[in-house]
T-cell receptor
């Protein structure tokens, strides 16, 4: 079955702009999580959506937001971009239920802020 | 706050050598996952361990979950250049929030 699909793969934005990243989870998966990966901080949890509701949130400022649609596809938005937002943004999909349910990652969206 | 300490941070070894990567926490996790990530790609799941004391084998890789579900290890036997990559452990925190270790960069030289 198809994996987690993220678009775009690469993008360059200017400080102050906003960006929207998209994620299509594995068919049948209702949970979508977003992570930020940087060399200095590693992988950090942004938020998780399950059945269109935000179920969990990490410690990121309000400039980072997301949403999930009825078909489980998800988008995350970063407003007023800062240089420090340059990172690999990873989307992860799972069934969202039960202990140890497997979480699959997409290839990520590389964001560079200049 | 749940934290996972992963060690070592870097490993550079010759082909054929064995190695172990450790992942430790003061917190209990309901499950722990190991991922391998190559440059420019997303993490790829290697294994999920759920039961304290569980041992899982994946070809030359052996994964162990501590009895108290606070620590885990990854052992690679007879490493090969194809094993080169970033290895990440991740604990299943509240809900589907994964808590990641800092990662171990493994380089296997031929």
């Amino acid at each position: 079955k198809a994996g987690v699909t993220q678009t775009p793969r690469y993008l360059i934005k200017t400080r102050g702009q906003q960006v929207t990243l998209s994620c299509s989870p594995i068919s049948g998966h209702r949970s979508v999580s977003w992570y930020q990966q940087t060399p200095g901080q590693g992988l950090q949890f942004l938020f998780e959506y399950f059945s269109e509701t935000q179920r969990n949130k990490g410690n990121f400022p309000g400039r980072f937001s997301g949403r999930q649609f009825s078909n489980s596809r998800s988008e995350m938005n970063v407003s007023t971009l800062e240089l420090g937002d340059s990172a690999l943004y990873l989307c992860a999909s799972s069934s969202g239920q039960g202990v140890g349910n497997t979480i699959y990652f997409g290839e990520g969206s590389w964001l560079t802020v200049v | 706050t749940q934290l996972l300490e992963q060690s070592p941070q870097f490993l550079s070894i010759q082909e054929g050598e064995n190695l172990t990567v450790y992942c430790n926490s003061s917190s209990v996790f309901s499950s722990l996952q190991w991922y391998r990530q190559e440059p420019g790609e997303g993490p790829v799941l290697l294994v999920t361990v759920v039961t304290g004391g569980e041992v899982k084998k994946l070809k030359r890789l052996t994964f162990q979950f501590g009895d108290a579900r606070k620590d885990s290890s990854l052992h690679i036997t007879a490493a090969q250049p194809g094993d080169t990559g970033l290895y990440l452990c991740a604990g299943d925190g509240y809900g589907n929030k994964l808590v990641f270790g800092a990662g171990t960069i493994l380089r296997v030289k031929s």
